[in-house]
């Protein structure tokens, strides 16, 4: 990474384009009626994903940017899993047929915080709505601390196959900090048992940026887990927004990293896991040679959506629960983010849409670009654009913040292709935000771009 680079434009705050447009412009004139209508109209021979969020954990972690609040009572877990039972039911009658499922994930929150039998119904359900693929990669996010032998048994009995462990750092330091104090020995003891019991793909997630954080001590963190041979890591920049999400609040500013020092840890972090033999996956993944996800990166058919980078080439993902969000041919839905307001809706015998977006064929065309991008470091416009129906040159014109880009060395572009220089790559935000003709800096809440 170019240090110079990182201080000129290191600061500015911008989307991780998990989506284009992403999530701040969508808008209440796409509701429930709207997101009906797009379910009957999805084609015959359509497949999709699942997404399910969970949003309860058992005690509030100050970094975090997620939709989750504080579940004292089982009793409130269980009512929004009957919740999410009747949701799943609403919308597959509402598709008219049982579609064909490739990818589930439960995210949070923290998923595995409801009762074992309440997840093995979960998941009976959507098998039953749903036809799930046998080949079909179920993944679950996972607290390490809060995991039970008998959810483990639950998630076994119910095909899951993945799950992505929070790490965030080992530094007892950090952790004490950040309100999340995990022994490496709690995170071993889950990897194994989530082996045994025949999970085999292991995630791990990571994250720079945090409060005391140094070189030094992303580097110890990185050497213990590696130490439990995960198959990809993730790792994140913190991105402290306390005005926001209020719990940041209650992280003293005074001892977070600066861009330059974030720039370093970032930067350390890679060197360290390539030289173990990972692969790094477009901005912040990292697989085992083989790994699906390392062979989508080298076929160039890796894929980003709202969990980041995916394997999942599908074009319908279906999103369950408070504030979950979904995908499909003709735009975006998000669900109410209230959890009161969600069951109401779903009670009432309706899609929970609280908001939306509708692509326009602009949109699909910088979405594209945007994707490649963020996935290659590279995009073919010229290819892209004719695709669609539309002018490279054109794109490129309406493109005024690729220009200091590329005095600065940062994307090459020869004729209409455009690639981000190797040594430049912590910048893909940058880049990607050229194409971005909604963006407004003035009016953004996102991470810094490094």
Known sequence: ?????????????????????????????????????????????????????????????????????????????????????????????????????????????????????????????????????????????????????????????????????????????????????????QTASVVDMLRRAGVAGINFDLIYGLPHQTVASCLDTVRRSLTLAPDRLSVFGYAHVPQFKKHQRMINEAVLPDGLARHDQACAIANALKEAGYVQIGLDHFARPGDAMAVAFEEGTLRRNFQGYTTDKGEVLLGFGASAIGHLPQGYVQNEVQIGAYAQSIAAGRPATAKGYRLTDDDRLRADIIERIMCEFSADLGDICARHGAEATAMLRSAARLRPLISDGVVRLEGNRLAVAKDSRFLVRSVAAAFDAHLNPAKQLHSRAV
């Open 1 to 185: 990474m170019r240090a110079d680079l990182a201080a000129s434009y290191g600061e500015e705050r911008l989307p991780r384009y998990t989506s284009y447009p992403t999530a701040p412009h969508f808008s209440t004139a796409v509701g429930p009626d709207t997101y009906a209508r797009w379910l009957a109209e999805l084609p015959a021979g359509a497949s999709a994903s699942l997404y399910l969020h969970v949003p309860f954990c058992r005690e509030m972690c100050w970094y975090c940017g997620c939709h989750t609040q504080i579940a004292r009572r089982d009793e409130l877990i269980a009512g929004y899993q009957r919740t999410l039972r009747s949701e799943i039911a609403q919308i597959a009658e509402t598709i008219g047929r049982r579609i064909k499922v490739e990818h589930i994930h439960f995210g949070g929150g923290t998923p595995t915080i409801m009762a074992p039998e309440a997840f093995a119904e979960l998941m009976a359900t959507m098998r039953q709505k749903f036809f799930v693929l046998p080949s079909a990669e179920i993944a679950v996010e996972i607290d390490p601390r809060t995991l039970t032998a008998d959810m483990v048994e639950a998630m076994r009995l119910s095909g899951v196959n993945r799950a992505s462990l929070g790490v965030q750092s080992f530094d007892p330091v950090v952790q004490r900090a950040i309100n999340r104090v995990q022994s490496f020995e």
